[in-house]
DNA sequence: TCCCTGACAGAAG
DNA sequence: CCTTCTGCCAGGG
Protein backbone atom coordinates (compact mmCIF):
# COMPACT_ATOMS: atom_id res chain seq x y z
CA UNK A 1 0.00 0.00 0.00
CA UNK A 2 0.76 3.20 -0.40
CA UNK A 3 0.64 6.27 2.27
CA UNK A 4 -0.27 9.07 0.59
CA UNK A 5 -0.93 10.94 3.28
CA UNK A 6 1.84 12.20 4.03
CA UNK A 7 3.37 15.88 4.04
CA UNK A 8 3.54 18.43 1.50
CA UNK A 9 7.24 18.32 1.29
CA UNK A 10 7.32 14.32 1.29
CA UNK A 11 5.10 14.28 -1.43
CA UNK A 12 7.20 16.22 -3.73
CA UNK A 13 10.41 13.91 -2.32
CA UNK A 14 8.13 11.34 -3.55
CA UNK A 15 7.23 12.46 -6.96
CA UNK A 16 10.65 13.64 -7.63
CA UNK A 17 11.88 10.44 -7.18
CA UNK A 18 9.68 9.15 -9.90
CA UNK A 19 11.60 10.86 -12.40
CA UNK A 20 13.51 8.28 -14.82
CA UNK A 21 17.06 9.36 -16.05
CA UNK A 22 17.30 11.16 -19.05
CA UNK A 23 13.88 12.96 -18.29
CA UNK A 24 12.66 16.49 -16.00
CA UNK A 25 9.94 17.94 -15.19
CA UNK A 26 8.67 20.77 -13.68
CA UNK A 27 8.07 22.51 -10.18
CA UNK A 28 4.15 22.92 -11.46
CA UNK A 29 3.91 19.83 -12.55
CA UNK A 30 4.85 17.97 -9.70
CA UNK A 31 2.48 20.45 -7.63
CA UNK A 32 -0.56 19.90 -9.73
CA UNK A 33 0.51 15.69 -9.48
CA UNK A 34 0.72 16.06 -5.48
CA UNK A 35 -2.78 17.80 -5.58
CA UNK A 36 -1.14 21.38 -5.01
CA UNK A 37 -1.18 22.71 -8.76
CA UNK A 38 -0.61 26.82 -7.55
CA UNK A 39 1.85 25.11 -5.00
CA UNK A 40 4.73 25.23 -7.08
CA UNK A 41 6.86 27.65 -4.91
CA UNK A 42 6.30 24.97 -2.05
CA UNK A 43 7.80 22.74 -4.66
CA UNK A 44 10.87 24.56 -5.18
CA UNK A 45 11.02 25.39 -1.46
CA UNK A 46 11.10 21.61 -0.68
CA UNK A 47 13.57 20.80 -2.97
CA UNK A 48 15.83 22.91 -1.06
CA UNK A 49 15.44 21.03 2.36
CA UNK A 50 15.90 17.87 0.43
CA UNK A 51 19.32 18.77 -0.72
CA UNK A 52 20.50 16.51 1.78
CA UNK A 53 18.92 13.75 0.28
CA UNK A 54 20.43 12.08 -2.79
CA UNK A 55 17.03 9.93 -3.56
CA UNK A 56 15.79 12.80 -4.54
CA UNK A 57 17.17 14.06 -7.73
CA UNK A 58 16.72 17.73 -7.60
CA UNK A 59 18.89 18.64 -10.88
CA UNK A 60 15.81 16.71 -12.98
CA UNK A 61 13.74 19.46 -11.78
CA UNK A 62 13.32 22.87 -13.89
CA UNK A 63 11.02 25.71 -14.50
CA UNK A 64 7.76 25.80 -16.68
CA UNK A 65 10.42 27.44 -19.37
CA UNK A 66 12.68 24.84 -18.92
CA UNK A 67 15.35 26.64 -17.22
CA UNK A 68 17.40 25.78 -14.83
CA UNK A 69 16.67 27.82 -11.86
CA UNK A 70 17.82 25.89 -9.44
CA UNK A 71 21.52 25.17 -10.78
CA UNK A 72 22.67 28.12 -8.79
CA UNK A 73 21.87 25.78 -5.67
CA UNK A 74 23.90 23.09 -6.94
CA UNK A 75 27.24 24.97 -5.70
CA UNK A 76 28.89 24.57 -8.51
CA UNK A 77 26.81 26.24 -11.68
CA UNK A 78 28.04 23.94 -14.01
CA UNK A 79 26.96 20.65 -11.30
CA UNK A 80 23.53 20.65 -12.51
CA UNK A 81 24.09 21.06 -16.24
CA UNK A 82 26.66 18.23 -16.18
CA UNK A 83 24.15 15.87 -14.01
CA UNK A 84 21.86 16.17 -16.45
CA UNK A 85 23.99 16.05 -19.76
CA UNK A 86 25.39 12.64 -18.21
CA UNK A 87 21.87 11.26 -18.14
CA UNK A 88 21.37 12.07 -22.01
CA UNK A 89 19.65 15.67 -21.08
CA UNK A 90 21.09 18.58 -23.33
CA UNK A 91 21.53 21.72 -21.69
CA UNK A 92 22.43 25.17 -23.25
CA UNK A 93 22.91 28.28 -21.31
CA UNK A 94 21.62 27.04 -18.20
CA UNK A 95 18.22 25.32 -20.07
CA UNK A 96 16.80 22.17 -21.10
CA UNK A 97 17.06 21.98 -25.08
CA UNK A 98 14.02 20.30 -26.52
CA UNK A 99 12.09 20.53 -23.06
CA UNK A 100 8.68 19.40 -24.27
CA UNK A 101 10.48 16.41 -25.65
CA UNK A 102 12.31 15.24 -22.42
CA UNK A 103 9.51 16.86 -20.33
CA UNK A 104 8.04 13.85 -18.32
CA UNK A 105 4.52 13.96 -16.75
CA UNK A 106 4.53 13.30 -12.72
CA UNK A 107 0.74 12.73 -12.96
CA UNK A 108 0.95 11.30 -15.82
CA UNK A 109 2.98 8.21 -14.42
CA UNK A 110 1.57 8.13 -10.93
CA UNK A 111 -1.03 5.19 -10.30
CA UNK A 112 -3.59 6.42 -8.49
C1' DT B 1 3.15 36.78 17.07
C1' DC B 2 3.84 39.37 12.83
C1' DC B 3 6.44 40.17 8.57
C1' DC B 4 9.37 38.66 4.84
C1' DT B 5 11.38 35.54 1.74
C1' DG B 6 11.48 31.69 -1.53
C1' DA B 7 14.75 26.49 -6.87
C1' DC B 8 7.27 28.96 -9.71
C1' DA B 9 3.20 29.73 -12.53
C1' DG B 10 -0.24 32.10 -14.72
C1' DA B 11 -3.08 36.15 -15.69
C1' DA B 12 -3.41 41.02 -16.67
C1' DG B 13 -1.96 45.51 -18.64
C1' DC C 1 5.54 40.91 -27.17
C1' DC C 2 7.23 42.25 -22.78
C1' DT C 3 6.66 43.83 -18.07
C1' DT C 4 4.34 43.62 -13.59
C1' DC C 5 1.55 41.53 -9.98
C1' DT C 6 -0.81 38.27 -7.35
C1' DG C 7 -1.51 33.44 -5.31
C1' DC C 8 0.10 29.45 -3.20
C1' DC C 9 2.37 27.13 1.66
C1' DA C 10 5.91 26.81 4.85
C1' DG C 11 9.91 28.28 7.41
C1' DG C 12 12.98 31.73 9.51
C1' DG C 13 14.01 36.27 12.03
Redesign the pocket.
Known amino acids: MISEEKN??DKVYETVRQIPVGRVT???AI?RAIG?P????????A??A??NLEDVP?HR?V???GLL??K???GDSNAMRNLLEAEGVPVRENKVLDFDEYFWDPSAHLNP
Open positions: FFSYGASQSARMVGWMNSHAVNRNSGHHF
